[in-house]
C-alpha cells in the first residue's frame, strides 16, 4: 500500500511539474501564434499589393509599352551583337561591356558596328542611354506583354503616351524615329526580319539628337 501511496505521489509531482512548464511555456506559445498571425496579415498585405499593381498596369497600359520601346532597341542591339535573342542587355549595359573588353572580338567589332548605325542617326551613345533612362524605369515598374499587344500598338499612341507620361523629356520623338528605322511600319515595337542588315548598312533617313 505504501509503494502505491508513492508512485501516487510521485504521479502528482510529475503533473504538477508538466503544469509549472506548461505556464512558464504559455508566452512562448503565445509569442509564436502572434507571430504567425502577423506573418499571414503580412502575406495578405503583399497579395493586396500585387493585385494593386496588377490593377495600374491594367488602367496604365502606356507607360508597360513605353517600356518595351527601350526593350525593344535593347534587343535590336543584342541579336546584332549575339547573333540571337537568348542574351539580353539594355544599350547602356553592352556599351559598358565593350569599354571593360567583357565582349568577344568579333562581339567587339559589332557592337562598334551597332554604335556606327546609331552615329548615322546623328545619335551619341551617352546622349541615346540618356533618352532610354526614363523608358526602362517604367519598364521596371511594368508587366509582360504579349506578340499580340506589342504589333497591336501604332506610333500615334506611342508619341501619346511619351507626352501623357514623360512630358518634356528631350528627344523622345526622335527616338521613336530612330526606333522606327529597325521596326515594321506603323508596328514600332516589332522588329523588321532583316533588322542586322539595316544596322549594318548606311541609312540616309534618321532622328536627329
Known amino acids: 500500500m505504501h509503494r502505491l501511496d508513492g508512485v501516487g505521489t510521485m504521479g502528482i509531482e510529475v503533473i504538477d511539474a508538466f503544469k509549472d512548464a506548461l505556464v512558464e511555456l504559455l508566452p512562448t506559445i503565445k509569442e509564436l501564434i502572434d507571430e504567425n498571425r502577423d506573418a499571414a496579415a503580412e502575406i495578405q498585405d503583399l497579395r493586396a499589393r500585387v493585385n494593386a499593381l496588377g490593377r495600374v498596369?491594367?488602367?496604365?497600359?502606356g507607360k508597360v509599352f513605353l517600356g518595351q520601346a527601350a526593350s525593344t532597341l535593347d534587343k535590336?542591339?543584342?541579336?546584332?551583337v549575339f547573333g540571337n535573342d537568348i542574351i539580353y542587355l539594355s544599350v547602356k549595359k553592352l556599351h559598358k561591356q565593350r569599354?571593360?573588353?567583357?565582349?568577344?572580338?568579333?562581339?567587339a567589332q559589332r557592337w562598334d558596328e551597332f554604335a556606327s548605325f546609331v552615329?548615322?542617326?546623328?545619335w551619341s551613345l551617352d546622349r541615346l542611354v540618356t533618352v532610354m533612362k526614363p523608358l526602362q524605369e517604367l519598364r521596371?515598374?511594368?508587366g509582360r506583354v504579349t506578340p499580340e499587344e506589342q504589333a497591336s500598338v501604332t506610333p500615334e499612341q506611342l508619341h501619346q503616351w511619351g507626352q501623357d507620361y514623360l512630358p518634356g523629356l528631350p528627344l523622345?520623338?526622335?527616338?521613336f524615329e530612330l526606333l522606327a528605322c529597325l521596326t515594321r511600319p506603323g508596328q514600332p515595337l516589332v522588329l523588321l526580319p532583316d533588322v542586322s542588315s539595316i544596322i549594318k548598312e548606311p541609312l540616309q533617313a534618321g532622328g536627329s539628337g
Not at 569599354?99 to 562581339?107: A, C, D, E, Y
Not at 523622345?172 to 527616338?175: E, R
Open 57 to 61: 498596369q491594367v488602367q496604365e497600359p
Open 99 to 107: 569599354v571593360r573588353g567583357g565582349l568577344t572580338p568579333q562581339q
Open 119 to 122: 552615329a548615322r542617326q546623328k
Open 140 to 142: 521596371k515598374m511594368a
Open 76 to 80: 535590336a542591339a543584342c541579336l546584332y
Open 172 to 175: 523622345l520623338s526622335n527616338y
